[in-house]
């Protein structure tokens, strides 16, 4: 996507590792000024500096006011705008009924739902006219997989706040999508994983559930964010991506 991002200021939380973090990458490569965040400093220090391109790594956890406002004061007076955001910033646990506690929900509701919600309203005031907005979903909100209540919840709660959004921005010519991952090899779902071998196995399981025998991969979705958040899909508003490998389709 050469150049697709020429002259565009994108902010891109949870956007360290993973999935956002290649899409940082993909956005950088098309000539546009990228802003990451992530929780852990060192590790969104290196990420920053690993992308080649003008990307700025701030620390903020999409859970704080005070760490939102701050980062959008930075980009303000940095760039004084922001034409793409990509809402990656997630939580996600296994809690099988009977489980779950009142913070395994906060950790979850909060992330992807208060966090997501906040990110976005305090992006508002800086979007251009015309802007984009993506939020990253995921298939857990359409398929049910045991001891994902709460995540598949929260997911479901993303897809629908797109959905109004989309509608509430028309006056701005702002388009919000949605991007949903299905069975993918990141670190936030190896973190389920204990060992090394554990993790092997997750993403082989994972896959078997696809017709394309296989988990996912952070660059085949962040290639489906870039489209999304670039002019290339201008038309697209409201809608929910799902790149999943066949996972919910057949």
């Known amino acids: 996507m050469s150049n697709a991002f020429h002259d ?3 902010v891109v939380t949870g956007g360290s590792a993973g999935i956002g973090y290649v899409t940082a990458q993909k956005i950088a490569e098309g000539s546009g000024t990228v802003y990451i965040t992530g929780r852990d ?5 290196a990420a920053a500096a690993d992308i080649s391109g003008d990307v700025i790594g701030v620390r903020a956890d999409s859970r704080s006011a005070d760490d939102l406002d701050r980062l959008f004061a930075q980009v303000e007076r940095r760039s004084g705008r922001v034409d793409v955001l990509v809402v990656n910033a997630a939580a996600i646990a296994t809690a099988p009924l009977g489980t779950i506690t009142e913070d395994i929900i906060r950790t979850v509701f909060d992330v992807n739902i208060t966090g997501t919600i906040m990110t976005v309203q305090k992006a508002l005031p800086l979007l ?25 919840a929260s997911k479901a709660g993303v897809r629908a706040l797109a959905r109004t959004w989309a509608l509430e921005l028309t006056p701005r010519g702002i388009r919000v999508n949605v991007v ?9 779902i190896a973190q389920l994983a204990a060992t090394a071998e554990e993790r092997e196995a997750l993403f082989a399981a994972m896959g ?10 952070a660059e085949e979705v962040a290639a489906v964010i870039a489209f999304v958040a670039s002019d290339a899909a201008s038309h697209v508003n409201g809608a ?10 057949v």
């Open 41 to 45: 400093q060192d590790v969104l220090t």
């Open 240 to 249: 929910d991506y799902q790149v999943d490998g066949g996972y919910g389709q």
């Open 208 to 217: 078997t559930g696809t017709p394309m025998t296989r988990a996912g991969t």
């Open 128 to 152: 251009v006219d015309g802007g984009v907005i993506v939020l990253t979903g995921s298939m857990a909100a359409h398929k049910a997989s045991r001891g994902r209540s709460l995540y598949a």
């Open 180 to 188: 949903s991952p299905g069975p993918t090899d990141t670190p936030g």
């Open 8 to 10: 565009k200021v994108a």
